[in-house]
C-alpha cells in the first residue's frame, strides 16, 4: 500500500454531536425547581435555627429541665423546680441575685415574672417552705405555673 505524500490528508474531520436541543421554558422550569428547592433549605436552616436558640434561652432550658423532673418524687421535683428557677435569674437578672434567700428571693422571682405568685400565691413553696415537709405544695400545679411564667418571659 502507498503512503499520499501528507499523512495528514487521509485523516478524516471529526463530527461533534448535536447540541441537546433544549428550550427556553425547559430552562426556566429547571431554574424555577432549584428556586424552590432552595427557599424549602432556607426555610428549613432558619426554622432550626430558631428552635436551637429557643433551647439556647435561659426560659428554654428553664423548661427542659421542668420536663426532666416531671418523673421525679414530690419532693425531689420541687427541689428540681427551683433549681431551675436559680438557673434562670442568675442567668437574666444576674448571679448575685440568684444567691438570695427567704421572702428576698421570692420578692426577686415577682419582680422577674411581674407577678405576685411567689410571695402570696402558691410559689411560696418554692421559698423557705422548700426545707420543711410538703404540706400542701402540689408540684403538679406548681410545674404548670412555672411553665405558663416561662413561656412568657
Same mark, same amino acid.
Given at each position: 500500500?502507498?503512503?499520499?505524500a501528507?499523512?495528514?490528508?487521509?485523516?478524516?474531520?471529526?463530527?461533534?454531536?448535536?447540541?441537546?436541543?433544549s428550550?427556553?421554558?425547559?430552562?426556566?422550569?429547571?431554574? #424555577? /425547581?432549584?428556586?424552590?428547592a432552595? =427557599? %424549602?433549605?432556607?426555610t428549613?436552616? &432558619?426554622? @432550626?435555627? *430558631? +428552635?436551637?436558640? $429557643?433551647r439556647?434561652?435561659?426560659a428554654?432550658?428553664?423548661? #427542659? /429541665?421542668?420536663?426532666?423532673?416531671? =418523673? %421525679?418524687a414530690?419532693?425531689?421535683? &420541687?427541689? @428540681?423546680? *427551683? +433549681?431551675?428557677? $436559680?438557673?434562670?435569674?442568675?442567668?437574666?437578672?444576674?448571679a448575685?441575685?440568684?444567691?438570695?434567700?427567704?421572702?428576698a428571693?421570692?420578692?426577686?422571682?415577682?419582680? @422577674?415574672? *411581674?407577678?405576685?405568685?411567689?410571695?402570696?400565691?402558691?410559689?411560696?413553696a418554692?421559698?423557705?417552705?422548700l426545707?420543711?415537709?410538703l404540706?400542701?405544695?402540689d408540684?403538679?400545679?406548681?410545674? @404548670?405555673?412555672?411553665?405558663?411564667?416561662?413561656r412568657?418571659?
Amino acid at each position: 500500500m502507498a503512503m499520499p505524500a501528507d499523512p495528514l490528508a487521509a485523516l478524516r474531520p471529526i463530527r461533534l454531536p448535536a447540541p441537546p436541543a433544549s428550550s427556553l421554558v425547559e430552562m426556566l422550569v429547571l431554574a #424555577a /425547581a432549584a428556586g424552590i428547592a432552595c =427557599g %424549602l433549605l432556607l426555610t428549613a436552616l &432558619l426554622a @432550626a435555627r *430558631a +428552635a436551637l436558640a $429557643r433551647r439556647r434561652s435561659p426560659a428554654g432550658e428553664a423548661l #427542659a /429541665a421542668l420536663a426532666a423532673a416531671r =418523673g %421525679l418524687a414530690p419532693g425531689e421535683r &420541687l427541689c @428540681a423546680q *427551683a +433549681a431551675a428557677l $436559680r438557673r434562670y435569674v442568675a442567668a437574666t437578672a444576674g448571679a448575685t441575685r440568684g444567691r438570695i434567700q427567704g421572702a428576698a428571693w421570692l420578692a426577686t422571682l415577682d419582680a @422577674a415574672f *411581674a407577678t405576685d405568685v411567689f410571695t402570696a400565691g402558691a410559689g411560696r413553696a418554692l421559698g423557705e417552705a422548700l426545707y420543711q415537709p410538703l404540706d400542701g405544695a402540689d408540684p403538679e400545679a406548681l410545674d @404548670a405555673l412555672l411553665r405558663g411564667l416561662l413561656r412568657a418571659a
